[in-house]
């Protein structure tokens, strides 16, 4: 039987990986609603000092209008982010699971290569040789 290191490395590979998108996703989501609040401020200020907070008047800051429109992109693409970090969770989840998984066939298979190796140090599959005056033990 070939190694399962390979195998493994690659698993632990896959989810150093998933860990870092997440982490890269989560990053640009806290800074969209960092950059949201911000515009909000701006936004806020700017109808202060115009007296104006309708955005459908004619008169309405030029600067407020835009801010608004970048704000609600950036919340936008925040919530786009959103289930884009839902797919990286359940990426990682199954990585590990994978991982999970393939350290344990390798366990087997050691455990497998050290009994089959006793096996065959003892000349008879490990088994004591049977005695015609014992009773037979399964």
């Not at 969209?32 to 806020?44: K, Q, Y």
């Not at 350290?103 to 298979?109: L, Q, Y």
Request: hydrophobic share 40%.
């Amino acid at each position: 039987m070939k190694s399962r290191e390979p195998l493994i490395r690659a698993k632990r590979f896959q989810i150093d990986d998933a860990r870092r998108r997440l982490a890269q996703i989560e990053t640009m989501i806290a800074e969209f609603h960092r950059m949201a609040a911000e515009l909000d401020r701006d936004i806020a200020a700017e109808e202060e000092r115009s007296g104006l907070k309708d955005p459908k008047h004619f008169a309405y800051p030029p600067l407020a209008l835009a801010a608004r429109g970048r704000r609600d992109n950036l919340l936008r693409s925040a919530d786009e982010l959103k289930t884009q970090c839902d797919e990286a969770r359940a990426a990682l989840a199954e990585a590990e699971a994978d991982l999970v998984l393939a350290e344990a066939v390798g366990e087997m298979d050691r455990a497998a290569k050290t009994e089959g190796g006793a096996r065959q140090k003892s000349g008879r599959g490990g088994r004591q040789p049977w005695r015609p005056n014992e009773p037979v033990r399964y």
